[in-house]
């Protein structure tokens, strides 16, 4: 699926539940990983690909909530265009030319395309889709796909019936106009069609629970639905009509079971696929008829500090808490956290150590060697808090502020996972060790609701806390960063973060050495202030049979041309 800014959220809290967290220092080297034999594929037979929790069933683009859903999706539908392994937007189904402005979009589709039910693809699909999302009446969270359509915000407050900026040429032309230039637009719009005449009768706020999504749901990829049991299976079978030819497989079987139950299935070939969650990952390292393939996820752990408050009449972030003001604390909590030795004690060295928010996968990427890395450095952490002026006075082992007042850190993590608990302890005394006094806040973990709602609202007792953020293919930002985001849970900004946040999508970013350097200026900003820690890129493992041959896993997902799947 094309990940985007909704796959923020949905990442964070997937990324939580899952233990999302690893560790290395080397160059990312698995950002793209194949399963091939040099044999020829031989066409036929079905494979069962595995997820460990019962999916919700809504099997749409424009509706879906989580990976339980997408992974469904990946092998039934498809968008006007993809991302590839470099994180860069390219057509698919669609190609487009733009207007000198930059604000005027023609796509061309590609003819003979057709709907699992005999239909044939036209551009009327792929407006009925933007119409959808940007009515009143949606009930999902992907408006932002299409706010800078021109009239969206007209349209989306039921002012017109009419989404003035999208026009048909003809049934394979499409004319999308824009309220301004930005270099992503494209990386931004919603790229996903909806059968218009299979909608047809079904009011938008009824989409999401209809049968068209929840029992019969159709899409133009290389596998059609044949049978839903609710949360428990879904099978497929191949699409002979599909517009790349037909698919090698005969069909798959999306199947839950229990993370009890995984190590087995893999091991007697009941599955053949599967992403492995961290707590299997040892005794998977055993069996010898699979093969784990590694690949970097969109998403990074941080710790983050609050500096202030979400003002909802002013929609904007205000730092106003001192507390955290003197980066020099800050930058001392990030030398004295041993972030490899953690990750590897408690997440088996999977992952990455990062030191910015940018994936290092992207093309937008700075290199280490421009940046501070921020090695495990407890003497340096410690110079630092002196010439801060954070000293022990009165003897007891820990450090007064600079005010010579007594100073307790609140730290708030979350529950969910069998290690949690201790890896927690573990951050807070790398902490101790420097003379930090640093406390677990209310003496708990906090369980996934609680801490958000906590973190969320601004909840003065929340000072540092670990979380998780999953990110878009796009380098842009803006969504976490700015001060106008209510996703920027630190709450922190600067007026030369701001400036460079907008460069990076104006007029001077279409050009693309340009654009890097201005996010590698931004990285360079972000590593010296340190807003955040950041701890590590996620590693996501798949589980694939020596016999399933063909499978490609990247950043964006492990489900990557099923078609080419086959069997040895």
Not at 22 to 50: D, F, H, I, L
Not at 116 to 127: A, I, P, Q, R, S
Not at 248 to 268: A, F, H, P, Q, S
Request: include cysteine; aromatic fraction near 12%.
């Amino acid at each position: 699926m094309h990940k985007s800014k909704i796959g923020t959220l949905l990442l964070l809290l997937t990324c939580i539940l899952t233990a999302c967290n690893g560790a290395g220092t080397g160059s990312n080297s698995y950002a793209v990983r194949y399963s091939k034999a040099e044999e020829k594929a031989v066409p036929g037979g079905t494979v069962t690909y595995a997820y460990t929790s019962p999916f919700q069933g809504i099997f749409d683009p424009a509706f879906f909530e989580g990976e339980d859903d997408s992974n469904v999706l990946d092998f039934i539908t498809e968008g006007m265009f993809t991302v590839r392994d470099d994180l860069t937007t390219v057509p698919n189904i669609a190609s487009w030319k733009e207007s000198e402005d930059h604000t005027v979009f023609t796509f061309k589709i590609r003819p003979g395309v057709r709907w699992h039910n005999g239909d044939e693809l036209t551009v009327e699909d792929w407006k009925f889709a933007l119409e959808t999302i940007a009515s009143p009446d949606y009930t999902g969270s992907r408006y932002y796909s299409v706010e800078m359509i021109k009239g969206a915000e007209a349209y989306h407050r039921g002012e017109t019936d009419e989404l003035a900026g999208v026009k048909v040429i003809d049934p394979y032309t499409l004319k999308i106009t824009v309220n301004s230039a930005r270099v992503n637009t494209i990386d931004n719009l919603w790229p996903y069609p909806m059968n218009k005449k299979y909608f047809e009768g079904v009011a938008v706020k009824d989409m999401a629970d209809s049968d068209q999504v929840r029992k019969r749901p159709i899409g133009i990829g290389p596998f059609e639905v044949t049978e839903i049991q609710p949360g428990q299976l879904v099978r497929m079978k191949r699409f002979d009509n599909y517009y790349k030819g037909k698919a090698l497989l005969d069909g798959v079987d999306y199947k839950v079971v229990g993370d009890e139950e995984l190590t087995g299935l893999l091991e007697d070939g009941s599955i053949d696929i599967s992403t492995v969650p961290r707590d299997t990952y040892s005794a998977l390292q055993q069996l010898d008829n699979i093969t784990l393939m590694q690949s970097a996820e969109l998403s990074y752990e941080y710790i983050g500090f609050k500096f202030g408050h979400w003002d909802e009449s002013a929609r904007q972030n205000v730092m106003d808490n001192p507390k955290f003001a003197d980066k020099r604390l800050r930058q001392a909590m990030y030398y004295a956290l041993d972030r490899e030795g953690i990750i590897e004690r408690f997440s088996y060295g999977l992952g990455e150590l990062i030191e910015t928010p940018i994936p290092s996968t992207s093309w937008a990427k700075i290199p280490d060697s421009e940046i501070n890395t921020y090695p495990y450095d407890p003497q340096k952490a410690e110079t630092l808090l002196q010439e801060a002026g954070y000293t022990d006075i009165d003897g007891d082992g820990w450090r007064e502020d600079p005010q010579g007042q007594k100073l307790i850190i609140h730290y708030d993590a979350m529950s969910g996972n069998a290690t949690a608990e201790e890896r927690t302890q573990a951050v807070m005394q790398n902490w101790r060790d420097i003379g930090l006094n640093v406390q677990l806040n209310g003496g708990k973990l906090k369980d996934l609701n609680t801490f958000y709602e906590a973190v969320e609202n601004d909840d003065p007792t929340v000072e540092v806390f670990n979380g998780v953020w999953g990110l878009a293919s796009d380098p842009d930002p803006s969504g976490l960063w700015r001060v106008s985001d209510l996703w920027n849970y630190s709450r922190w900004s600067s007026e030369r973060s701001e400036e460079l946040i907008l460069e990076g999508v104006q007029a001077k970013a279409y050009d693309r050495d340009y654009r890097m350097q201005v996010y590698h200026e931004w990285q360079q900003l972000i590593n010296e202030e340190v807003p955040m820690i950041f701890f590590a890129e996620r590693t996501n493992i798949t589980a694939v049979s020596k016999r399933l041959q063909g499978v490609r896993v990247n950043s964006i997902s492990n489900i990557n041309e099923p078609d080419k799947w086959w069997i040895k």
